[in-house]
């Protein structure tokens, strides 16, 4: 089905015809139309261009309400002080928008597809071999998936990356160790859980950590082993591959946790672009984008300053011959412009890497890897923080492991849910299964709800609150329709445009027309916090419209059918919402 026109479209093409008989030259003109609390829409484009013709703004409002038709979408216009334009709609254009919406069968409610749909590779959820993920891997993870389902929703070839830490120093150590003790990565079973990979390779961790700090010709070997693994020695490879996949066994499994997919040909660590390494500071070295130093590549830039305010060099390789991070990401960059024919390159990284970031793009756009068709772009996020505004840290000071913190929010809202499921009769498997669902969805949630940038509070109590602006609320509004339409028997949702609607109805029913450009207007400047807030502002009308107008106990057969043709478009359009934001929705809460 073709995509639907919004109402503000409608109502900005009718004000386009007027204004351009009034004032020729405005022909093409902008409107400004915007939604209002004063009417449904307000114009506010005439004062500009009476300003522009030097004409009278209120008489050329004047002029141009005088030839807009009213009837079948606009059904009311006034001018309002110096030239605004005060538009009312009728009730039948919002009916028959919403019921073109509803009859959507490819499920996407009327959205369209983005004009100039590209190829965006998302760098996000990047957890590192052999260590554990704790709170500060939560956020990429949230914030990218959602971006993945948003972008792929609008028509975009999204290709995911997590750029795991796999290689570097540490694994001298690790390897050597496995190496003198076979044994320690064997399983008894066939399979192992997330939690005893964890088990394994902390243990493991520990104890080499020990040795390499206690036994100074452990600590030489171990040093060699280094040297090995970036020489690409078989035997020292086919060891560092056992830490790698005894660490995926333990990300998918928290991963999983996180209801996220992640799956394995989308894994390209570190170690994923080493033969690239040489080639690309070759490439910056011939072209004079990087220098030699003191014995180092590096990148130099005049209006780059550190915290101090002093240049900072991006250094490409050590004066060692070593490669650093810079040289991984700018490979990482050749890599997917090159060959993966990105025309966006997206990476969800905390903001505390703001600089190193500026410097790696500002390096490949020099060396010409980056321009006007090819952008890189950082979409940074905050700290989570407990509610102390602090860090989010256990009471020992440690930091936060994530499979605990999700351990406990499910814990948390399965008891919110036990609470209610006697009363809509749930069975203990859908109480386990509503926890999980609505544990997840309030973490995300509160991290997908606040702007990327911006720090926010971890608050379990607050998050699985029914009340406020929580995931929960969400749920238990779609829920509570779902419970409706089963409680419907013979009626079922139909639209009726020849009905008059009440002041809740033209509330909910504008608010849902916006569903499509506020998908659209999310993906584009890649803000999902403004999801959220319409989703939140959607569940807040549809209260109202519980409180004042009556759905199974309606005036009418009539007005039964098309209050619950309201809810039922209400409901698709909450859980696609939530789905964007890789929240599920269940039936019953």
Known sequence: MASVTSLSDSVQQHLASALSAALPEAAGADPLLR????????ANGILALAKKAKANPRELATQVVSGIVTGQVIADVEVSGPGFLNITVADQAITENLAARYADDTGRLGVPF?????????DYAQPNVAKEMHVGHLRSAVIGDAMVRLLEFTGENVV?????????TQFGMLIQYLDEHPHELDHKESEVSGEEAMSNLDRLYKTARKLFDSDEEFKTRARRRVVDLQAGDEKTLAIWQKFVDESKIYFFSVFDKLDMEVRDPDIVGESGYNDMLAETCRLLEESGVAVRSEGALCVFFDDIKGPEGNPVPLIVQKSDGGYGYAATDLSAIRDRVFHLKASTLLYVVDA?????FRMVFETARRAGWLNDDVTAVQLAFGTVLGKDGKPFKTREGETVKLENLLDEAVERATAVVREKAEKVGLT???????????????VKYADLSTSAVRDYKFDLDQMVSLNGDTSVYLQYAYARIRSILRKAGEARPAAHPELALAPAERALGLHLDQFAETVLEVAAAREPHKMAAYLYQLASLLTSFYDQCPVLKADSPAQVENRLFLVDLTARTLHQGMALLGIRTPDKL
Do not use: F, K, M
């Open 160 to 168: 995911r990356r997590h750029h795991i830490g796999d290689w570097g």
């Open 428 to 442: 203990e498997d859908e109480i386990v299964e509503n926890g999980r669902y609505v544990g997840v969805g309030a």
């Open 114 to 122: 983005a004009e100039r749909p590209g190829t965006t590779v998302i």
């Open 352 to 356: 505390r890497q703001a600089l190193h």
């Open 35 to 42: 939604r209002s609390d004063r009417a449904d829409y307000q």
